[in-house]
């Protein structure tokens, strides 16, 4: 009988392992990669939708299309993981694992901040992104609070982000003098590990008139009032809200009994949980660096390289590195980039290149040589 490999999540942890899986195996293993969704989307074309320059059928990258030698996609919902047994529950049936790996990201807690399911918007999701962008389009004056809502939080220079696309957005359409932008942070500065990164956000804030107020904590909003209430009482006031829910582990990864303080502890030498042979990548994780499909997808390498090990009787990879590469939109066409080493050294750091049209066509390649290498 061929070895089982089962694979839980195909975002960038599930599909960068299935695919390294793939490539040095090819069908001597039977892996099963199950995702509830049918396609699919990288992050940042969230922030895409929301601006109105795509549509969300654009950015769906389906799973119909995954060709990989001795791999099978399932599109079913996971309902219970064993990590003991090796043993997963979906909607349609079990599944029985030589090994398991856990991929299944982190889910937005919109409960955790009061008032935000009333009266905020979220754009971390599609389906938030795309509400946004029906909303923007209706908003030509008053106060765009951008709130993140609790950290640890994806892609820890997405909200900057925003700020800075609203602001073009809200220029192209001639309404920019009649808004303000304000944007709320729980961190002390926008890339904490690169302080020339987080300088030349700041610079950017502050050329473009948005207010940076960082190390604020959000408690809940009123909707009544419309306001947002920080720890120690203090408001602010905004007509439209656009927030980075609370995050947290997915209920059947917490309800399995793998977490501990909210998320899955790995060690970046293979990525194996207490549990022998059930691995567990990317966002779910803790493993000392950020939730970002970058560090998922690294950690994801190496996790495939030990179950290859595994099987092949062969020698451990080298550990997980830490090392990844986030680009930053500043707008009107321009991405900057930083580079991050979260694990090597005794404190993260990070080096940042300037914002460029060439940094913006690389960003291009790095979403389209991923759709070449999954599907
Ligand atoms: C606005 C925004 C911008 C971003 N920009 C960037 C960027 O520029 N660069 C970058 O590297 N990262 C970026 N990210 C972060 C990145 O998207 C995530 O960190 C990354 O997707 C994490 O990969 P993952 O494999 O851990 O989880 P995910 O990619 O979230 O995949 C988890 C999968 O599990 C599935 N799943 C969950 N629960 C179940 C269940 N019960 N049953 C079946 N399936 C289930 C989900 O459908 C999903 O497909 C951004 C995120 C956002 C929101």
Redesign the pocket.
Known sequence: MKTRVVVL??????LELTTVLAEALGDEVEVTL????DA?V???A??DVMFGRTTPEAVRLHYSEIAKPGVRFLQE??TAIDPQARVVATDAGTHEADFLVV???ADYDMDATPGLAESGNE??SVAGAERLRDVLSEFTEGRAVIGVCGAPF??PP?PSETALLLHDYLTTRGCRAACEITFLMPLPSPVPPSPDTSKALIAAFAERDIEFRPGSRIRSLDPERRVVVLDGESEVPYDLFLGVPKHRA?D?VVASGMTEEGYIPVGPENLLTRFPNVYAV???TTVGVP????F?EGAARVAAKSIIAAIESGAEPEPYDGLGS??IEFGGGRVGRVDVDFLSGPKPTGTFQAPSAALAAEKVHFGSSRRARWF
């Open positions: 999540g195909a975002g960038f942890g599930g199950i995702d509830g969704s699919f990288f992050g940042f969230k922030l919902t996971i991929a299944l990201g754009f971390y994806k892609c997405a997915p059947v990317g966002d779910v939730k970002a499909g970058v998922a986030c680009y």
